[in-house]
């Protein structure tokens, strides 16, 4: 199938609407982006790429990287994994802290902070720089070195991190986190500051469109059971209390993150970003699902 008139078609049709929410200003640093910034970018399983709008330039990655996080713990633990945290949607916002009690200190899935937070310290057991395993999984993944951590973002939000924090140290009291709390939330800021555009984003996760394999089919980083389990969190989880929402109107598993960007899989077939600031009242990409929804209606590709 030829996306790109879709693609662009849409995007035009966008631009003339108008453009609702707020950038997220909870983080100092983000808050300073371009609210009308818009791009957009497919990767098909033929590795053909099509794009629109601010597709070329970087903008922080946020919560999108826990599944690049959790597709690393996963790989080396499997199963074991699910000690610490679970599978289950919260229907609650991504820094809720009441539930995270009533479970005894065991997030209810990896995408929430707290249970990215658990992930990260897993990591840190598992690797001795983990930093270094994050960023060149992302670059090999993206056939493409020029990603980065973005430090004026990671101390912008670790000056305001006040809820990680908390939701942090009441896991380290239930014995859900091995390492120094402060070592583990500023491992969590970095990975959260890391800068990718469209391309770069849509390129990484066609291993998660390609069963576990990169998008030049040079490397593998998950079988192809664990692909279809980091899908279905993704489909059940990644967009917190608004993923029924998703699933109803876009029908695809994806991951947005409120530097504004949101990726979305169709298995066996494509990549898909999406990047545009505004917020809705959820914490994801106004524009962005808009766009999603519209695509997946016109092209009908869903995987319902
Ligand atoms: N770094 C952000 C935070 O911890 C990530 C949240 C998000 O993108 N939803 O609040």
């Known amino acids: 199938m030829d996306y790109g008139e879709t693609i662009e078609r849409i995007y035009q049709q966008l631009l003339l609407e108008k453009n609702y929410g707020q950038v997220a200003g909870y983080i100092p640093e983000l808050a300073t982006v371009d609210s009308e910034k818009f791009g957009v970018c497919l990767i098909d399983r033929r590795n053909h790429c099509y794009s629109a709008g601010d597709w070329q330039e970087q903008f922080s990655i946020q919560s999108i990287i826990k599944v690049v996080t959790l597709s690393l713990a996963y790989q080396k633990l499997d199963a074991q994994l699910w000690q610490r945290v679970g599978v289950e949607p919260s229907g609650t916002p991504f820094n809720n802290l009441s539930r995270l009690e009533h479970d005894y200190g065991i997030p209810r899935n990896p995408f929430s902070n707290a249970g990215a937070i658990v992930v990260c310290d897993v990591l840190m057991e598992l690797f001795s720089d983990p930093r270094e395993v994050v960023i060149t999984m992302l670059r090999t993944l993206a056939a493409d070195e020029d990603i980065h951590f973005t430090r004026a973002i990671a101390e912008s939000e670790k000056s305001e991190g006040y809820r990680n924090m908390a939701l942090a140290y009441f896991m380290k009291s239930m014995g859900n986190i091995k390492h120094e709390v402060e070592d583990v939330l500023d491992f969590y800021f970095d990975v959260c500051s890391i800068a990718v555009n469209c391309e770069q984003l849509a390129r990484i996760f066609m291993y998660l469109a390609k069963h576990g394999r990169s998008a030049d089919d040079r490397h593998s980083y ?83």
């Open 222 to 304: 998950l079988s192809r059971g664990q692909a279809k389990r980091i899908n279905a969190i993704m489909l059940t989880c990644g967009f917190y209390d608004e993923a029924g929402d998703f699933a109803f109107r876009v029908g695809l598993p994806g991951k947005s993150g409120v530097g504004g960007g949101i990726v979305a899989v169709m298995p066996g077939e494509f990549s898909l970003s999406v990047w545009s600031p505004r917020l809705n009242e959820k914490g994801n990409s106004y524009r962005g699902l808009r766009f999603l929804e519209h695509f997946t209606d016109a092209t009908e590709q869903t995987i319902f």
